[in-house]
T-cell receptor, first 109, second 113 residues
């Protein structure tokens, strides 16, 4: 029979606009929350992390927000570019990263 | 540094055959992880090592799967016997122990027919 694949949420964004990717986590004891990016045919790549005692951290064109009250994590990408098209995963904690299901970001040129 | 090196990049094998996937972590990294990625289940942690010692293998699906790390620069993931449902992309990653940034290899795409 036909297998049912994992349905990834998809976010389509116009080039130059800002993107917001959301993630819900389950483990309140996690020390760190991390965002990874996976381009087609490649392994996941680290973007940014945030320690559990922080609520915001900024990087180059990216900002991660952490809301521990509702166990929510978001990644904001400013001025989205075609090269940002990828699947984005949130992950919890070292030592071993536990990845969420991922969100596909599609940038429309 | 060449990054994490996995071999082979692609493997097609017949059901029942033994498959061995190989990984060379980044020099100086003392944590190594094996992940499996499928459309059905996403990215799953299979096993990880710290200083060549297996720490958590609870993600290894069955006894058919085994992983070794004989030294700091080499690890293998073996499937014996292989089954069609093992078809997936297998990633190896390495990091400094406790770091949030893990470096992934390009993956091995395994197809079991």
């Amino acid at each position: 029979g036909e297998s049912v694949g994992l349905h990834l949420p998809t976010l389509s964004v116009q080039e130059g606009d800002n993107s917001i990717i959301n993630c819900a986590y389950s483990n309140s004891a996690s020390d760190y929350f991390i965002w990874y990016k996976q381009e087609s045919g490649k392994g996941p790549q680290f973007i940014i992390d945030i320690r559990s005692n922080m609520d915001k951290r900024q990087g180059q064109r990216v900002t991660v927000l952490l809301n521990k009250t509702v166990k929510h994590l978001s990644l904001q990408i400013a001025a989205t570019q075609p090269g940002d098209s990828a699947v984005y995963f949130c992950a919890e904690n070292p030592p071993a990263l536990v990845f969420g299901k991922g969100t596909r970001l599609s940038v429309i040129a | 540094d060449a990054g994490v090196i996995q071999s082979p990049r692609h493997e097609v094998t017949e059901m029942g055959q033994e498959v061995t996937l190989r990984c060379k972590p980044i020099s100086g990294h003392n944590s190594l992880f094996w992940y499996r990625q499928t459309m059905m289940r996403g990215l799953e942690l299979l096993i990880y090592f710290n200083n060549n010692v297996p720490i958590d293998d609870s993600g290894m699906p069955e006894d058919r799967f085994s992983a070794k790390m004989p030294n700091a620069s080499f690890s293998t993931l073996k499937i014996q016997p292989s089954e069609p449902r093992d078809s997936a992309v297998y990633f190896c990653a390495s990091s400094v122990q406790g770091a949030t940034e893990a470096f992934f290899g390009q993956g091995t795409r395994l197809t079991v027919v």
